[in-house]
Protein backbone atom coordinates (compact mmCIF):
# COMPACT_ATOMS: atom_id res chain seq x y z
CA UNK A 1 0.00 0.00 0.00
CA UNK A 2 0.99 3.26 -0.79
CA UNK A 3 0.21 6.77 0.70
CA UNK A 4 -0.42 10.19 -0.83
CA UNK A 5 -0.63 13.64 0.53
CA UNK A 6 -3.97 15.34 0.89
CA UNK A 7 -2.61 18.03 -1.10
CA UNK A 8 -1.77 15.85 -4.02
CA UNK A 9 1.80 14.89 -3.42
CA UNK A 10 4.27 12.34 -2.94
CA UNK A 11 4.26 8.75 -3.19
CA UNK A 12 5.31 6.83 -0.27
CA UNK A 13 5.58 3.82 1.84
CA UNK A 14 3.40 3.14 5.13
CA UNK A 15 6.71 3.79 6.93
CA UNK A 16 7.98 6.71 5.14
CA UNK A 17 4.65 7.82 6.51
CA UNK A 18 5.55 7.42 9.53
CA UNK A 19 8.28 8.37 10.14
CA UNK A 20 8.06 11.48 8.31
CA UNK A 21 4.26 12.44 9.64
CA UNK A 22 3.50 15.10 7.44
CA UNK A 23 4.00 15.01 3.71
CA UNK A 24 6.41 17.52 2.06
CA UNK A 25 3.71 19.70 0.95
CA UNK A 26 2.14 20.05 4.18
CA UNK A 27 -0.72 17.95 3.70
CA UNK A 28 -1.31 14.63 5.39
CA UNK A 29 -0.85 11.11 4.08
CA UNK A 30 -4.02 9.07 3.11
CA UNK A 31 -3.88 5.50 1.83
CA UNK A 32 -3.62 5.20 -2.48
CA UNK A 33 -7.39 2.94 -1.31
CA UNK A 34 -9.15 1.40 1.67
CA UNK A 35 -8.74 -2.55 1.97
CA UNK A 36 -11.71 -4.48 2.02
CA UNK A 37 -12.79 -6.49 5.27
CA UNK A 38 -15.44 -8.92 4.63
CA UNK A 39 -17.72 -9.79 6.51
CA UNK A 40 -17.11 -13.23 7.53
CA UNK A 41 -13.48 -11.70 8.34
CA UNK A 42 -15.82 -8.95 10.77
CA UNK A 43 -17.12 -11.93 12.50
CA UNK A 44 -14.15 -14.31 13.52
CA UNK A 45 -12.69 -10.87 14.79
CA UNK A 46 -15.12 -11.58 17.88
CA UNK A 47 -13.78 -14.51 18.46
CA UNK A 48 -9.66 -12.76 18.54
CA UNK A 49 -7.94 -11.65 21.68
CA UNK A 50 -7.43 -7.55 20.99
CA UNK A 51 -3.74 -7.94 19.76
CA UNK A 52 -4.70 -10.57 16.93
CA UNK A 53 -7.71 -8.03 16.15
CA UNK A 54 -5.14 -5.69 15.68
CA UNK A 55 -2.69 -7.39 13.98
CA UNK A 56 -5.53 -8.69 11.30
CA UNK A 57 -6.48 -4.22 10.56
CA UNK A 58 -3.12 -3.39 10.69
CA UNK A 59 -1.56 -5.17 8.29
CA UNK A 60 -3.54 -4.62 5.69
CA UNK A 61 -2.29 -1.10 5.45
CA UNK A 62 1.45 -1.64 7.00
CA UNK A 63 2.63 -3.85 3.98
CA UNK A 64 6.47 -2.86 4.29
CA UNK A 65 6.12 -4.05 7.96
CA UNK A 66 6.50 -8.11 7.80
CA UNK A 67 3.40 -10.02 10.30
CA UNK A 68 5.75 -11.25 12.71
CA UNK A 69 7.47 -7.68 13.27
CA UNK A 70 3.60 -6.38 13.67
CA UNK A 71 2.65 -9.56 15.59
CA UNK A 72 5.02 -8.46 17.99
CA UNK A 73 4.27 -4.84 18.54
CA UNK A 74 0.75 -5.38 19.19
CA UNK A 75 1.02 -8.01 21.52
CA UNK A 76 3.69 -5.71 23.53
CA UNK A 77 1.60 -2.65 23.31
CA UNK A 78 -1.84 -4.39 24.06
CA UNK A 79 -0.77 -6.08 27.15
CA UNK A 80 -2.26 -6.62 29.98
CA UNK A 81 0.58 -4.91 31.98
CA UNK A 82 -0.48 -2.00 30.49
CA UNK A 83 -3.59 -2.29 30.28
CA UNK A 84 -6.34 -2.82 33.37
CA UNK A 85 -9.00 -4.48 31.38
CA UNK A 86 -7.91 -7.56 29.79
CA UNK A 87 -10.35 -6.79 26.93
CA UNK A 88 -8.13 -3.69 26.23
CA UNK A 89 -11.48 -1.93 24.57
CA UNK A 90 -14.49 -3.62 26.69
CA UNK A 91 -17.68 -2.89 25.02
CA UNK A 92 -20.40 -2.26 28.12
CA UNK A 93 -24.02 -2.17 27.73
CA UNK A 94 -25.50 1.39 28.95
CA UNK A 95 -28.92 1.23 27.93
CA UNK A 96 -31.53 -0.59 25.74
CA UNK A 97 -29.53 1.01 22.73
CA UNK A 98 -26.41 2.30 23.58
CA UNK A 99 -23.26 0.71 24.58
CA UNK A 100 -20.25 2.34 25.63
CA UNK A 101 -16.55 1.85 24.22
CA UNK A 102 -14.01 2.22 27.15
CA UNK A 103 -10.77 3.41 25.15
CA UNK A 104 -9.14 4.57 28.57
CA UNK A 105 -7.69 1.50 30.20
CA UNK A 106 -4.46 2.08 29.11
CA UNK A 107 -1.64 3.89 31.21
CA UNK A 108 -2.36 7.62 30.78
CA UNK A 109 -6.41 6.68 31.05
CA UNK A 110 -7.52 8.44 27.84
CA UNK A 111 -8.16 6.83 24.41
CA UNK A 112 -4.53 8.12 22.65
CA UNK A 113 -3.32 5.01 24.67
CA UNK A 114 -4.53 3.40 22.02
CA UNK A 115 -2.33 4.50 19.44
CA UNK A 116 0.46 5.65 21.22
CA UNK A 117 1.20 2.86 23.11
CA UNK A 118 1.94 1.48 19.27
CA UNK A 119 3.50 4.05 18.20
CA UNK A 120 6.83 3.61 19.32
CA UNK A 121 7.00 0.32 18.05
CA UNK A 122 5.76 1.28 14.39
CA UNK A 123 8.55 4.61 14.75
CA UNK A 124 11.39 2.39 15.35
CA UNK A 125 10.72 -0.14 12.97
CA UNK A 126 10.22 2.87 10.15
CA UNK A 127 13.43 4.27 11.13
CA UNK A 128 15.21 0.79 10.76
CA UNK A 129 13.55 -0.11 7.78
CA UNK A 130 14.66 3.57 5.85
CA UNK A 131 18.17 3.09 6.84
CA UNK A 132 17.70 6.56 9.60
CA UNK A 133 20.32 6.56 11.95
CA UNK A 134 19.78 9.63 13.44
CA UNK A 135 17.94 10.10 16.71
CA UNK A 136 13.92 10.35 15.99
CA UNK A 137 12.85 13.22 18.16
CA UNK A 138 9.20 13.58 18.32
CA UNK A 139 7.59 16.94 18.78
CA UNK A 140 3.89 16.99 19.95
CA UNK A 141 1.54 19.86 20.71
CA UNK A 142 -1.05 18.57 23.35
CA UNK A 143 -4.53 19.90 24.41
CA UNK A 144 -3.89 17.39 27.24
CA UNK A 145 -3.87 13.77 26.65
CA UNK A 146 -1.91 13.17 24.27
CA UNK A 147 1.12 14.94 25.63
CA UNK A 148 1.21 12.43 28.22
CA UNK A 149 0.21 9.71 26.35
CA UNK A 150 3.00 10.13 23.97
CA UNK A 151 5.66 10.57 27.05
CA UNK A 152 4.56 7.29 28.38
CA UNK A 153 4.95 5.45 24.52
CA UNK A 154 8.65 6.98 23.93
CA UNK A 155 9.68 7.21 27.83
CA UNK A 156 13.19 5.44 27.07
CA UNK A 157 13.02 4.11 23.62
CA UNK A 158 16.45 3.36 22.79
CA UNK A 159 16.76 5.77 19.35
CA UNK A 160 14.02 8.43 20.35
CA UNK A 161 13.19 11.39 22.48
CA UNK A 162 9.47 12.91 22.92
CA UNK A 163 8.94 17.01 23.52
CA UNK A 164 5.55 18.19 24.63
CA UNK A 165 4.29 21.17 24.39
CA UNK A 166 1.09 22.20 26.45
CA UNK A 167 -0.81 25.03 26.57
CA UNK A 168 0.20 26.69 29.87
CA UNK A 169 -3.43 27.27 31.46
CA UNK A 170 -5.36 25.12 29.00
CA UNK A 171 -5.13 21.40 30.71
CA UNK A 172 -6.98 19.60 33.70
CA UNK A 173 -4.33 19.23 37.09
CA UNK A 174 -4.64 15.50 36.52
CA UNK A 175 -3.10 16.35 32.65
CA UNK A 176 -0.94 19.00 34.03
CA UNK A 177 0.81 16.61 37.49
CA UNK A 178 1.00 13.49 34.32
CA UNK A 179 2.96 15.08 32.35
CA UNK A 180 4.96 17.57 34.78
CA UNK A 181 6.19 14.07 36.86
CA UNK A 182 7.08 12.11 34.02
CA UNK A 183 10.23 10.47 34.25
CA UNK A 184 12.84 8.77 31.76
CA UNK A 185 15.88 10.34 29.86
CA UNK A 186 14.37 11.45 26.60
CA UNK A 187 11.37 13.09 27.72
CA UNK A 188 10.86 17.02 27.60
CA UNK A 189 8.00 19.16 28.99
CA UNK A 190 7.67 22.72 27.77
CA UNK A 191 4.48 24.55 28.57
CA UNK A 192 3.72 27.56 25.77
CA UNK A 193 2.42 30.69 27.36
CA UNK A 194 -0.81 30.40 24.57
CA UNK A 195 -3.66 27.74 23.37
CA UNK A 196 -3.87 24.53 22.03
CA UNK A 197 -4.44 25.75 18.77
CA UNK A 198 -1.11 28.16 19.22
CA UNK A 199 1.14 25.14 20.43
CA UNK A 200 -0.27 22.97 17.26
CA UNK A 201 0.27 25.54 14.64
CA UNK A 202 3.92 26.25 16.50
CA UNK A 203 4.93 22.50 15.84
CA UNK A 204 3.74 22.59 12.56
CA UNK A 205 5.89 25.73 11.59
CA UNK A 206 8.71 23.98 13.41
CA UNK A 207 7.81 20.87 11.35
CA UNK A 208 7.47 23.28 8.14
CA UNK A 209 11.16 24.93 9.02
CA UNK A 210 14.38 23.88 6.87
CA UNK A 211 16.28 25.54 9.35
CA UNK A 212 15.06 23.94 12.18
CA UNK A 213 15.39 20.51 10.31
CA UNK A 214 19.25 21.80 10.03
CA UNK A 215 19.60 23.02 14.04
CA UNK A 216 18.45 19.31 14.62
CA UNK A 217 20.10 17.57 12.04
CA UNK A 218 23.24 19.17 13.66
CA UNK A 219 22.68 17.62 16.40
CA UNK A 220 21.83 14.39 15.53
CA UNK A 221 18.24 14.27 15.34
CA UNK A 222 15.42 14.04 12.49
CA UNK A 223 11.72 15.36 13.32
CA UNK A 224 8.90 13.35 13.83
CA UNK A 225 5.13 13.65 14.73
CA UNK A 226 3.00 11.51 17.50
CA UNK A 227 -0.02 14.12 16.62
CA UNK A 228 -3.34 12.56 15.60
CA UNK A 229 -1.62 13.49 11.84
CA UNK A 230 0.48 10.94 11.82
CA UNK A 231 -0.65 7.61 9.92
CA UNK A 232 0.39 5.51 12.98
CA UNK A 233 -1.55 7.31 15.32
CA UNK A 234 -4.53 7.08 12.86
CA UNK A 235 -4.40 3.15 11.80
CA UNK A 236 -4.39 1.96 15.54
CA UNK A 237 -7.69 3.58 15.99
CA UNK A 238 -9.28 2.05 13.02
CA UNK A 239 -9.16 -1.42 15.37
CA UNK A 240 -11.53 -0.80 18.10
CA UNK A 241 -14.46 0.20 15.50
CA UNK A 242 -13.65 -3.26 14.17
CA UNK A 243 -13.58 -4.59 17.88
CA UNK A 244 -16.91 -3.48 19.05
CA UNK A 245 -18.37 -4.33 16.11
CA UNK A 246 -17.40 -7.49 16.28
CA UNK A 247 -17.89 -7.80 19.98
CA UNK A 248 -21.78 -7.05 19.12
CA UNK A 249 -21.71 -9.86 16.88
CA UNK A 250 -20.71 -11.98 19.00
CA UNK A 251 -23.08 -11.40 21.80
CA UNK A 252 -25.86 -11.67 19.01
CA UNK A 253 -26.76 -7.65 19.51
CA UNK A 254 -26.93 -7.58 15.69
CA UNK A 255 -26.66 -9.90 13.09
CA UNK A 256 -23.90 -9.52 10.96
CA UNK A 257 -24.30 -6.62 8.27
CA UNK A 258 -26.78 -4.83 10.06
CA UNK A 259 -26.16 -0.54 10.70
CA UNK A 260 -24.66 0.47 14.35
CA UNK A 261 -24.21 4.55 14.63
CA UNK A 262 -21.31 5.43 16.60
CA UNK A 263 -20.89 8.57 18.19
CA UNK A 264 -17.64 10.38 19.50
CA UNK A 265 -16.31 13.33 21.47
CA UNK A 266 -14.09 15.13 18.79
CA UNK A 267 -11.24 17.74 19.11
CA UNK A 268 -8.88 17.16 16.06
CA UNK A 269 -11.10 15.14 14.57
CA UNK A 270 -9.06 11.86 14.54
CA UNK A 271 -10.84 9.17 16.44
CA UNK A 272 -14.20 10.06 14.15
CA UNK A 273 -11.95 9.99 10.97
CA UNK A 274 -10.52 6.25 11.99
CA UNK A 275 -14.69 5.22 12.24
CA UNK A 276 -15.19 6.84 8.90
CA UNK A 277 -11.97 4.58 7.55
CA UNK A 278 -13.44 1.67 9.16
CA UNK A 279 -16.40 2.57 7.32
CA UNK A 280 -14.75 2.18 3.77
CA UNK A 281 -13.29 -0.87 4.89
CA UNK A 282 -16.98 -2.71 4.96
CA UNK A 283 -17.62 -2.03 8.41
CA UNK A 284 -21.25 -1.60 8.67
CA UNK A 285 -22.15 2.06 9.98
CA UNK A 286 -25.39 4.32 9.79
CA UNK A 287 -24.08 7.81 10.79
CA UNK A 288 -21.23 9.26 12.63
CA UNK A 289 -21.86 11.50 15.22
CA UNK A 290 -19.65 14.05 16.13
CA UNK A 291 -20.27 15.26 19.25
CA UNK A 292 -18.43 18.83 19.78
CA UNK A 293 -18.18 21.31 23.13
CA UNK A 294 -18.79 24.89 23.53
CA UNK A 295 -15.85 24.88 20.45
CA UNK A 296 -18.33 23.86 17.75
CA UNK A 297 -16.47 24.73 14.57
CA UNK A 298 -17.45 20.95 13.22
CA UNK A 299 -20.54 21.34 14.50
CA UNK A 300 -21.68 24.04 12.20
CA UNK A 301 -19.37 22.69 9.52
CA UNK A 302 -21.61 20.13 9.02
CA UNK A 303 -24.91 21.89 9.47
CA UNK A 304 -23.86 24.50 6.90
CA UNK A 305 -20.52 23.06 4.94
CA UNK A 306 -18.72 26.40 5.56
CA UNK A 307 -15.52 25.59 7.99
CA UNK A 308 -14.89 28.97 9.70
CA UNK A 309 -12.48 29.78 12.62
CA UNK A 310 -13.92 33.56 12.92
CA UNK A 311 -15.02 33.18 16.45
CA UNK A 312 -14.18 33.17 20.14
CA UNK A 313 -11.93 30.20 21.98
CA UNK A 314 -13.75 28.87 24.92
CA UNK A 315 -12.11 26.97 27.88
CA UNK A 316 -14.28 24.32 28.71
CA UNK A 317 -14.27 20.96 31.08
CA UNK A 318 -13.45 19.22 28.25
CA UNK A 319 -10.31 20.88 27.44
CA UNK A 320 -9.00 17.61 25.13
CA UNK A 321 -11.29 19.02 22.30
CA UNK A 322 -10.98 22.86 22.92
CA UNK A 323 -9.70 23.23 19.07
CA UNK A 324 -10.72 25.55 16.23
CA UNK A 325 -8.68 23.93 13.38
CA UNK A 326 -9.37 20.31 13.49
CA UNK A 327 -6.60 18.71 11.24
CA UNK A 328 -7.78 15.69 10.71
CA UNK A 329 -10.52 16.83 8.51
CA UNK A 330 -8.16 17.77 5.75
CA UNK A 331 -8.38 14.10 5.36
CA UNK A 332 -11.60 13.77 5.28
CA UNK A 333 -12.05 17.05 2.82
CA UNK A 334 -9.67 14.62 0.34
CA UNK A 335 -12.71 12.00 0.01
CA UNK A 336 -15.06 14.65 -0.35
CA UNK A 337 -13.41 15.68 -3.56
CA UNK A 338 -12.81 12.18 -4.59
CA UNK A 339 -9.71 13.09 -4.17
CA UNK A 340 -8.86 16.25 -5.44
CA UNK A 341 -5.52 17.50 -3.61
CA UNK A 342 -5.44 20.48 -5.90
CA UNK A 343 -8.69 21.89 -4.46
CA UNK A 344 -8.21 21.04 -0.72
CA UNK A 345 -4.91 22.51 -0.57
CA UNK A 346 -7.00 26.01 -2.25
CA UNK A 347 -9.16 25.31 1.36
CA UNK A 348 -6.41 24.67 3.49
CA UNK A 349 -4.68 27.74 1.62
CA UNK A 350 -7.70 29.75 2.28
CA UNK A 351 -7.96 29.14 5.92
CA UNK A 352 -4.76 30.09 6.82
CA UNK A 353 -5.13 33.51 5.32
CA UNK A 354 -8.45 34.08 5.39
CA UNK A 355 -9.92 32.01 8.21
CA UNK A 356 -12.61 29.96 6.50
CA UNK A 357 -13.40 27.46 3.49
CA UNK A 358 -16.87 26.47 1.95
CA UNK A 359 -17.12 22.86 0.39
CA UNK A 360 -20.48 23.72 -1.39
CA UNK A 361 -23.80 22.08 -1.97
CA UNK A 362 -22.50 18.67 -3.32
CA UNK A 363 -20.37 18.30 -0.56
CA UNK A 364 -22.25 19.33 1.86
CA UNK A 365 -24.58 16.95 1.17
CA UNK A 366 -22.79 14.19 0.58
CA UNK A 367 -21.40 15.00 4.33
CA UNK A 368 -24.56 15.14 5.68
CA UNK A 369 -25.33 11.57 4.53
CA UNK A 370 -22.96 10.21 6.63
CA UNK A 371 -22.17 12.71 9.80
CA UNK A 372 -24.04 14.60 12.08
CA UNK A 373 -22.84 17.11 13.85
CA UNK A 374 -23.51 18.47 17.43
CA UNK A 375 -22.59 20.18 20.47
CA UNK A 376 -22.69 20.55 24.24
CA UNK A 377 -21.86 22.97 26.46
CA UNK A 378 -20.40 22.79 30.36
CA UNK A 379 -23.92 22.87 31.80
CA UNK A 380 -25.12 20.41 29.49
CA UNK A 381 -22.14 17.69 29.98
CA UNK A 382 -22.46 17.96 34.14
CA UNK A 383 -26.11 17.56 33.29
CA UNK A 384 -25.09 14.68 31.29
CA UNK A 385 -23.11 12.75 33.93
CA UNK A 386 -25.48 13.30 36.69
CA UNK A 387 -28.06 11.76 34.69
CA UNK A 388 -26.33 8.85 33.34
CA UNK A 389 -25.27 8.29 36.66
CA UNK A 390 -28.31 7.95 38.47
CA UNK A 391 -30.50 6.87 35.50
CA UNK A 392 -28.01 3.98 34.10
CA UNK A 393 -25.82 3.63 36.78
CA UNK A 394 -22.34 4.24 34.96
CA UNK A 395 -19.91 7.11 35.71
CA UNK A 396 -18.74 9.11 32.71
CA UNK A 397 -15.74 11.61 32.35
CA UNK A 398 -16.96 15.33 30.46
CA UNK A 399 -16.03 14.06 27.25
CA UNK A 400 -17.94 11.14 27.35
CA UNK A 401 -20.48 13.12 28.61
CA UNK A 402 -20.61 15.68 25.51
CA UNK A 403 -20.99 12.81 23.12
CA UNK A 404 -23.81 11.13 25.69
CA UNK A 405 -25.71 14.75 25.60
CA UNK A 406 -25.42 15.31 22.11
CA UNK A 407 -26.18 11.73 21.03
CA UNK A 408 -29.55 12.42 23.16
CA UNK A 409 -29.94 15.20 21.16
CA UNK A 410 -29.47 13.30 17.59
CA UNK A 411 -32.20 10.95 18.87
CA UNK A 412 -34.54 13.44 19.38
CA UNK A 413 -33.79 15.24 16.12
CA UNK A 414 -34.25 12.03 13.87
CA UNK A 415 -35.38 9.04 15.87
CA UNK A 416 -33.30 6.59 14.68
CA UNK A 417 -33.20 3.60 16.41
CA UNK A 418 -30.06 2.27 14.98
CA UNK A 419 -27.98 0.52 18.00
CA UNK A 420 -25.09 3.15 19.34
CA UNK A 421 -21.98 3.12 20.38
CA UNK A 422 -20.59 6.01 22.67
CA UNK A 423 -17.03 6.05 22.22
CA UNK A 424 -15.72 6.98 25.73
CA UNK A 425 -12.21 8.88 25.72
CA UNK A 426 -11.41 9.09 29.30
CA UNK A 427 -11.53 7.91 32.46
CA UNK A 428 -13.51 10.05 35.02
CA UNK A 429 -10.99 10.26 37.37
CA UNK A 430 -8.78 11.80 34.74
CA UNK A 431 -11.45 14.60 35.46
CA UNK A 432 -12.30 14.33 38.66
CA UNK A 433 -13.43 17.44 39.76
CA UNK A 434 -15.92 18.07 36.88
CA UNK A 435 -17.34 14.56 37.34
CA UNK A 436 -17.88 15.36 40.88
CA UNK A 437 -19.48 18.45 40.18
CA UNK A 438 -22.06 16.32 37.88
CA UNK A 439 -22.80 13.80 40.31
CA UNK A 440 -23.05 15.87 43.66
CA UNK A 441 -23.31 19.45 42.34
CA UNK A 442 -20.65 21.96 41.75
CA UNK A 443 -20.61 23.08 45.65
CA UNK A 444 -19.18 20.35 46.88
CA UNK A 445 -15.77 20.83 45.01
CA UNK A 446 -14.97 24.35 45.63
CA UNK A 447 -12.75 23.68 48.59
CA UNK A 448 -11.80 20.60 47.33
CA UNK A 449 -7.79 19.79 46.32
CA UNK A 450 -7.74 17.89 43.06
CA UNK A 451 -6.88 14.53 45.30
CA UNK A 452 -9.85 14.73 47.50
CA UNK A 453 -11.82 15.23 44.27
CA UNK A 454 -10.95 12.00 43.30
CA UNK A 455 -11.87 10.41 46.97
CA UNK A 456 -14.76 11.77 47.11
CA UNK A 457 -15.37 10.72 43.69
CA UNK A 458 -14.35 7.11 44.06
CA UNK A 459 -16.35 7.11 47.60
CA UNK A 460 -19.55 8.13 46.10
CA UNK A 461 -19.81 6.09 43.02
CA UNK A 462 -17.88 3.16 44.42
CA UNK A 463 -15.83 3.30 41.21
CA UNK A 464 -12.45 2.55 42.15
CA UNK A 465 -10.15 4.82 41.12
CA UNK A 466 -7.05 3.94 39.25
CA UNK A 467 -3.31 3.28 40.74
CA UNK A 468 -2.04 6.06 38.37
CA UNK A 469 -4.08 8.69 40.04
CA UNK A 470 -3.48 7.72 43.50
CA UNK A 471 0.18 8.01 42.89
CA UNK A 472 0.52 11.59 41.29
CA UNK A 473 0.86 13.28 44.35
CA UNK A 474 4.15 11.78 44.87
CA UNK A 475 5.60 12.05 42.22
CA UNK A 476 8.82 14.94 42.15
CA UNK A 477 7.96 17.30 39.44
CA UNK A 478 10.47 16.98 36.86
CA UNK A 479 9.54 19.77 33.89
CA UNK A 480 9.28 23.53 34.58
CA UNK A 481 10.16 24.78 31.36
CA UNK A 482 7.85 27.71 29.87
CA UNK A 483 8.26 29.31 26.26
CA UNK A 484 6.58 32.31 24.37
CA UNK A 485 4.54 31.33 21.96
CA UNK A 486 7.26 32.68 19.39
CA UNK A 487 10.40 30.68 20.86
CA UNK A 488 9.19 26.76 20.56
CA UNK A 489 11.65 26.36 18.55
CA UNK A 490 14.40 27.93 20.68
CA UNK A 491 12.85 25.84 23.96
CA UNK A 492 13.76 22.60 22.04
CA UNK A 493 16.86 23.30 21.73
CA UNK A 494 17.46 24.62 25.17
CA UNK A 495 16.34 21.41 26.31
CA UNK A 496 18.74 19.12 23.99
CA UNK A 497 21.43 21.37 25.06
CA UNK A 498 20.40 20.94 28.90
CA UNK A 499 20.84 16.87 28.73
C1 LIG B 1 -7.95 13.73 22.24
C2 LIG B 1 -9.22 13.55 22.96
C3 LIG B 1 -10.45 13.76 22.32
C4 LIG B 1 -10.54 14.24 20.89
O1 LIG B 1 -10.10 13.29 19.99
P1 LIG B 1 -9.75 13.72 18.49
O2 LIG B 1 -9.15 12.53 17.86
O3 LIG B 1 -8.75 14.85 18.62
O4 LIG B 1 -11.00 14.18 17.85
C5 LIG B 1 -11.61 13.51 23.03
N1 LIG B 1 -11.56 13.12 24.33
C6 LIG B 1 -10.40 12.93 24.97
C7 LIG B 1 -10.43 12.52 26.41
C8 LIG B 1 -9.20 13.12 24.32
O5 LIG B 1 -8.05 12.92 24.98
New binding site residues.
Partial sequence: MSFFSTRGGSCVTASQAILRGIAPDGGLYVPAMFPLVSSGKISELGQMPYPKRALEILSLYLEDFSQAEISEAVHAAYSPDRFDDPAIAPLKPLDESTWVLELFHGPTL???DMALQLLPYLTVLSARKNGEKREVSILVAT????GKAALEGFRDVPGTSCTVFYPLDGVSDVQRLQMVTTGGKNTHVIAVKGNFDDAQTGVKELFASSEFAEKMDARGKVLSSAN?INFGRLVPQVVYYFSSYADLLSRHVISSGSPVNFC?????????LAAYYARQMGLPINRLICASNRNKVLTDFFASGLYSTHRVFFKTK?P??D?LV?S?LERLLFEATDRDGELVRTWMRTLKECGSYSVGDQRHDWLESIFWGGCANDIETLAEIGRRFRMDGYLM?T?TAVASSVLREYRAATNDPTPTVLVS??SPY?FARDVLAGIAGEEKTAQLDPFACSEELERLSGVPMPDQVRVLLDLPIRHTAQCEVGGMGDAVLKEFARI
Fill in positions: AFKSGDTSVPTGNFGNISSMISNDHTAK
